[in-house]
């Protein structure tokens, strides 16, 4: 599987639109990108996922390069409870060994008011 | 409300007597797994299951036990659990397919202390 790097901790004003980067430089065709976070020890929830193109949720939106080799996640206006532990991971799309995700350190990011 | 459930929550036992953690899910998912968290080590898996009376070792099974009877539940077992075993703990499931795009579904974990 691809390797991810993200940056070990961002700070972000409440309010304003918090974009976390992940580089993925060997990251293959038949690879999503997929984001998750956790807060404080809850479970891991779900945030979005791409392959190739943009996405937008409710919750988020994910930027792709072209090249493919690294993507953003924006949250387009940070609040408080926000602040968590971002995890960019990428996924093969073929699940011949089940739905296994591969958790790095992920990036720690503050929303201060 | 979709959900995965894990319980107990908090667990405090002593090296050597059995327990075991359950976990269900409401969504009629294939896929379930376990994994666990530790500090500087981030989610490991433990054991995975893609379907009813089919389940497979993660990266980290020694010591853990699990069976796949009912596709909602999913449940943990360990044995003999020893301190080592002190983590917290956390139950997944997703839909399963070959060349499926699913999200893995968490639950909202178990933390389990063995003295």
């Known amino acids: 599987d691809a390797k991810t790097t993200q940056p070990t901790s961002m700070d972000c004003a409440e309010g304003r639109a918090a974009n976390l980067p992940c580089n993925h430089s060997?990251?293959?065709?038949?690879?999503?990108v997929y984001w998750y976070r956790q807060i404080h020890s809850q479970g891991p929830q779900y945030i979005i996922h791409?392959?190739?193109n943009n996405e937008t949720n409710e919750m988020a939106s994910l930027i792709i390069t072209e090249d493919r080799k690294s993507s953003t996640l924006i949250l387009p206006h940070a609040t408080l409870r926000d602040t968590a532990v971002y995890y960019c991971i990428v996924r093969p799309r073929r699940m011949e060994y089940g739905n296994k995700l591969v958790f790095g350190a992920g990036t720690i990011l503050r929303v201060k008011s | 409300e979709a959900q995965v459930t894990q319980n107990p929550r908090y667990l405090i036992t002593v090296t050597g007597k059995k327990l075991t953690v359950t976990c269900s899910q409401n969504m009629n998912h294939e896929y379930m797994s376990w994994y666990r968290q530790d500090p500087g080590l981030g989610l490991r898996q433990i054991y995975y299951?893609?379907?009813?009376?089919?389940?497979d070792k993660g990266d980290v099974p020694e010591g853990y036990k699990v069976s796949r009877k009912e596709k909602r539940n999913f449940p943990l077992i360990l044995e003999s659990p020893s301190p080592n075993q002190t983590s917290l703990y956390f139950c997944?499931?997703?839909?399963?397919?070959?060349?499926?795009?699913?999200?893995?579904?968490f639950g909202n974990g178990t933390r389990l202390t063995v003295t």
């Open positions: 060997t990251i293959s065709g038949n690879e999503y």
């Open positions: 997944a499931s997703s839909r399963q397919g070959v060349d499926y795009n699913s999200p893995l579904h």
């Open positions: 791409g392959l190739k």
């Open positions: 299951s893609m379907n009813v009376e089919v389940t």
